[in-house]
């Protein structure tokens, strides 16, 4: 991914966080918002996005542990340690309550802080939660599921025989984005960056922890809460949109029209719009006391 030119200065710093160092990108001004990033990707996902946000809002965008410039211990890894490290960056940079936007992978890890930790953030926006075993419990939409497991045990048996790049097509072609995504929409570049990050997501797969994210824990959410999905994307996130927002008190369902399952890729200006229409909901639900907290840079909205 080529490089952005906001205007504003980044921060680049180094968090340590649970025994791993998360290498974190700063940038913009205004309330805080925290960009988490999903599968075989690192915080340049974000890229085409951030710069329609930074002249409101004070971005923070990071590395989760194993991929990109943060470190991972050894061993088999939890999606229990992606939701804690979050929260303990949200901790450790001070931020007040922020916007937290997950996408797919990182979209399961933001909805379980905010099940386990809703008074760290101000309010959620998760593109297509990769919840597939959702659909088992219908009749309707159990052969979805069946689907994308197949695909994804062949992905990682392809990986573990040392097909990287041949695994990788089968998972985002077949489970994840769409057919022709691996040579269509990800350039030369993105496909490396998940080549590199194939060990992390074989890691992912294995993981039991990953199958627990269940809608009901975040019954009780008091804040803001948007899950969205493309209308273009695979036939799976739009019945766990459905099944997401309606266990989710006042939660509300948004189509990005057009966009599949990257519409930070292919849809940058809209999603920039959806995330700063769910920015706006959540400062119309925090008190009226002055300025809002970004973390460091502290700043008034405008």
């Known amino acids: 991914m080529a490089a952005i030119a906001t205007g504003h200065e980044a921060e680049h710093l180094r968090v340590g966080v649970d025994g791993v160092e998360l290498a974190v990108r700063v940038e913009g001004s205004g309330p805080p918002v925290v960009l988490v990033h999903g599968s075989l990707d690192d915080h340049r996902a974000w890229e085409r996005v951030v710069p329609h946000l930074v002249a409101h809002h004070r971005i923070h965008t990071y590395d989760r542990r194993g991929h990109g410039r943060s470190t991972c211990p050894p061993g088999q890894g939890h999606i229990s340690e992606d939701v804690a490290d979050l929260a ?174 990257a519409p930070h890729l292919s849809h940058p200006e809209e999603f920039a719009q959806l995330v700063l229409e769910t920015a706006a909901r959540v400062a119309a639900t925090r008190p009226s006391t002055g300025a809002l907290s970004g973390g460091r840079g502290r700043s008034s909205r405008p």
């Open 88 to 261: 303990g960056l949200i901790r450790t940079l001070g931020l007040d309550a922020p916007l937290v936007v997950g996408h797919s992978y990182g979209s399961s890890t933001s909805l379980l802080l905010g099940a386990h930790h809703p008074e760290l953030t101000g309010g959620l926006l998760v593109h297509e939660p990769p919840l597939f075993t959702l659909l088992r419990e219908d009749d309707s939409t159990r052969a979805l599921a069946d689907q994308a497991t197949e695909h994804m045990q062949h992905a990682a048996a392809l990986i573990e025989r040392g097909l990287v790049a041949e695994g990788l097509r089968t998972f985002v072609d077949g489970a994840a984005f769409g057919p022709g995504t691996w040579d269509g929409l990800f350039t030369p570049g993105i496909r490396q960056i998940c080549i590199d990050n194939a060990d992390t997501w074989l890691d992912q797969s294995r993981d039991p922890e990953r199958l627990a994210v269940r809608p009901e824990l975040l019954a009780g959410y008091p804040h803001p809460f948007v899950i969205s999905h493309g209308s273009a994307s695979l036939p799976t996130y739009g019945p766990v949109a459905e099944r997401v927002a309606a266990a989710v008190p006042g939660a509300i369902r948004h189509v990005v029209p057009g966009a599949g399952h």
